[in-house]
């Protein structure tokens, strides 16, 4: 038994952690109220080679460990959680299928430019009528002669209208449901791809949060992603390994809200001492940090899981279902602790506890996870 | 990082996880009705080498790692939590305080015993002195080259059964500075004046003991005392830095029971035409409490990793018990709901394992001094 973590892992947390002090922090505040995409911090992001981290470096990605991935989007997302999310999509949700499923031709072609940050990628699954159920997903990719035409409408695209690359969930046998779903590489530059309404999102405002529309889309089959039939599988798999990502994002948005407590309860005087003399406070922060840690090991065990090789879907599952509420309270306890100062932008703790919501809600909302979770033990 | 154990480790959590099906599951139920220490078993742990799972080798212990006994206490629990808080107590606050802080003519003097068949037990709160350790009353009054206790404490963990009391006592009145009067000393149970009195009639963990100590001229030689004068507080509080562990593993370990409980049942009760576990009320129930037992489980090992690798761990261990004993507190509370009415019966171990969790928000520090030490921690990083 050893948590200890390596000089490798230690030094990636480091220097992610240095980059949000000095290029996310200052800025998050901005980009959130001006719901401004970071496009020039994500740049930096891909210098860093924080896009494609854990891609085998053959194809231009970082070759680092899940561990080192979660305690990046971790710090990032302390930093700011738009940035964070922007590059767990970038990671999990476009990279990992590509590294896991695609063909060398499509590594080529798609993955090594993800990966080394020149182009950025998305992930499309979501529909109007198609959220937790993926199932009932509409759009179509109809075969002709050797190409698909795609159709249809996704939603809640992050990265939407940023994004050079999308993976593609497609019917392919509408009949079959989950089982009739295929996965597909579309660029954005493709004709009858287009950006639809951008989200008014109450968090993760300098993200992106798009609908992306494809109309009469020619792709060749060889960007399908997997085998024929298959993407729902595809699609989960993503999902596992997004979820330790998101449980990250949770973690670094629930930490920064931390700090902001402490650092208010040590300087704030009432009743002739700093608040964080009193044990009302006092006892929040001890359950604040509690439940942080808590969340943060299970976060790690499901990277470390990962890493081994080992099923790791019910631990990225656990870990996601409480990181993410553990940011929710988090945040909401920063808020009280703050007072009326928290109700305001200038303390920064409104704006984690916005941020903090969607952690709950995507890639897999919190019922989903008991739904995976509670299957598992009763199986 | 590596969250596994080896296969020495293995071996034994895998010892512990029999001898606790077959040995101590015929039996928890009885002696929690009985309110009988199942000391035949205790015996037989003894035998096997469990009881003095963490003295080293060489005093002839089994010498594991606390990641390790942390894994034992929590499969012994799941089964038998009075089981759990002896072998806890023996060895968190009985021989690690000796170990820690003892003359090698104390170590070698004693933990052959512990490792043998003697039990350990530690004595620190008092009718008036319970979170508040520091107020304690018992005084230990030099004389000549003996030392003269006199006083009474409560709630002593394997009262009954113990033959060596780590006794924390007051030897010098230090005004404003109370905890630096207090020392610590090693009383042999058949030291004349040692009266074991009245055992509580508790709750739960109803198969072990809880007992008051007396001490009326209780005479130990001046070789008795651990460390020197004035130092009993820091051995009290490092001694439940690491029972802190062991009782955060046995609250693990009573959740999982719990949950093991509820998910069989969930499985065979029928309602609305299928199992309870296929409907969600149920279902998301049974994941939360599988989350949160992970989330603890994880916690109690970090504290034991960063004990075991000589890393501070005041504050980890607190986070572990604190959380593990308030997540064990709502896992067994929708055990119980899960089982229904079934649940509030004694035919159903749940009812033994709501009884038996309320203790460990309590023992070893509250919820509320966990929380005084977590917070104090955080506020000085």
């Known amino acids: 038994m050893d948590f200890a973590l390596t000089d490798e892992q230690q030094m990636i947390r480091d220097t992610a952690r240095d980059f949000a002090e000095r290029e996310l922090v200052p800025n998050a505040p901005k980009w959130d109220q001006n719901r401004e995409f970071p496009k020039e911090a994500i740049g930096k992001l891909a210098e860093l080679g924080f896009l494609g981290m854990m891609v085998d470096p053959q194809w231009d990605g970082g070759g680092m460990d899940s561990v080192s991935y979660a305690l990046a989007i971790e710090e990032i997302s302390r930093g700011c959680a738009s940035t964070g999310v922007i590059m767990s999509v970038n990671n999990s949700l476009v990279c990992d299928p590509l590294e896991r499923f695609g063909t060398d031709e499509q590594k080529e072609k798609f993955l090594k430019p993800l990966a080394s940050g020149q182009k950025l990628g998305s992930y499309c699954l979501t529909e109007p009528m198609a959220g937790s159920d993926a199932g009932a997903t509409k759009t179509t990719a109809v075969r002709d002669g050797d190409d698909w035409i795609v159709n249809g409408v996704k939603i809640f695209v992050t990265n939407g209208a940023y994004a050079d690359t999308f993976v593609v969930y497609a019917s392919t046998d509408p009949a079959q449901k989950t089982r009739g779903i295929s996965a597909f590489v579309i660029e954005m530059e493709r004709d009858g791809v287009s950006v639809g309404t951008r989200e008014k999102t109450m968090g993760i405002r300098g993200s992106c949060t798009s609908e992306i529309i494809f109309e009469n889309v020619r792709i060749p089959d060889s960007h399908k992603l997997g085998e024929e039939n298959k993407g ?24 920064a809200a931390f700090e902001r407590s402490i650092e208010y309860a040590k300087t704030r005087q009432q009743f002739d001492q700093p608040i964080a003399n009193f044990q009302a406070i006092q006892f929040k922060l001890a359950d604040m940090a509690t439940k942080i840690d808590a969340a943060r090991l299970l976060t790690l065990e499901a990277a470390h899981l990962k890493d081994r090789g080992e099923d790791y879907s019910m631990a990225a599952a656990k870990a996601k279902l409480m990181a993410s509420r553990v940011s929710v309270e988090v945040a909401d306890d920063a808020i009280q602790i703050h007072g009326g100062y928290g109700y305001v932008e200038e303390y920064h703790v409104e704006r984690h506890f916005r941020d903090a919501k969607i952690t709950e809600l995507y890639e897999g909302t919190s019922e989903i996870q008991r739904i995976v979770i509670g299957r598992g033990v009763t199986k | 990082m590596n969250l596994t154990f080896n296969d020495e480790e293995r071996m034994v959590i895998e010892l512990a996880r029999d001898f606790a099906e077959n040995e101590l599951a015929p039996i928890a139920e009885s002696i929690d009705q009985e309110k009988r220490v199942p000391i035949e078993a205790l ?20 010498g594991v790692r606390t990641s390790c006994y942390a894994q034992v206490i929590e499969e012994l629990a799941r089964v038998c939590a009075a089981v759990a808080i002896v072998l806890s107590v023996h060895n968190s606050v009985g021989a690690y305080p000796i170990l820690r802080f003892g003359s090698e003519e104390q170590k070698q003097k004693y933990m052959p015993k512990l490792a043998g068949d003697w ?39 394997n009262g009954s059964i113990a033959n060596l009391y780590l006794v924390m006592a007051k030897t010098a009145d230090v005004p404003d500075k109370p905890h630096r009067g207090i020392s610590a000393f090693l009383v042999e149970k058949d030291t004349p004046g040692l009266i074991v009195g009245k055992l509580e009639d508790k709750m739960g963990l109803r198969g072990s003991d809880t007992a008051e100590i007396q001490f009326d001229g209780c005479r130990v030689p001046a070789s008795a005392l651990v460390s020197e004068e004035g130092v009993g507080f820091k051995i009290a509080m490092q001694a439940l830095d690491n029972g802190r562990i062991g009782v955060g593993s046995q609250a693990v370990g009573i959740a999982r029971g719990a949950l093991e409980e509820a998910i069989k049942y969930a499985k065979e009760r029928v309602a609305f035409g299928r199992p309870i576990a296929e409907h969600q009320a149920v279902q998301f129930k049974l994941a939360d409490m599988e989350t949160e037992i992970s989330a603890a489980r994880n916690l109690v090992r970090r504290a034991a990793w960063l004990k075991d690798s000589d890393q501070p761990h005041g504050k980890e261990a607190a986070m572990a018990k604190l959380y593990a004993s308030e997540m064990a507190h709502r896992v067994v509370h929708q055990a119980v709901q899960i089982h229904g009415g079934a649940g509030y019966i004694k035919e159903y171990p749940v009812e033994r394992y709501y009884r038996d969790q309320r203790i460990t928000e309590i023992y070893e520090g509250t919820s509320e001094m966990q929380r005084i030490v977590i917070g104090r921690a955080v506020i000085a990083e």
């Open chain 1, 232 to 255: 729902f599988k595809v699609a989960m798999i993503t999902l596992n390994g997004g979820r330790i990502g998101i449980a990250a994002q949770a973690l670094g948005i629930a930490q």
């Open chain 2, 119 to 157: 039990i350990g037990a530690f004595c620190l709160s008092e009718a008036a002195s319970g979170s508040d350790a520091s107020a304690l009353e018992l005084k230990a009054k030099r004389d000549g080259d003996d030392y003269v206790l006199d006083g009474s404490k409560l709630w002593v963990t």
């Open chain 2, 43 to 62: 015996r037989k742990m003894q035998e096997l080498g469990l009881l003095g799972l963490m003295i080293p080798e060489e005093y002839g212990g089994a």
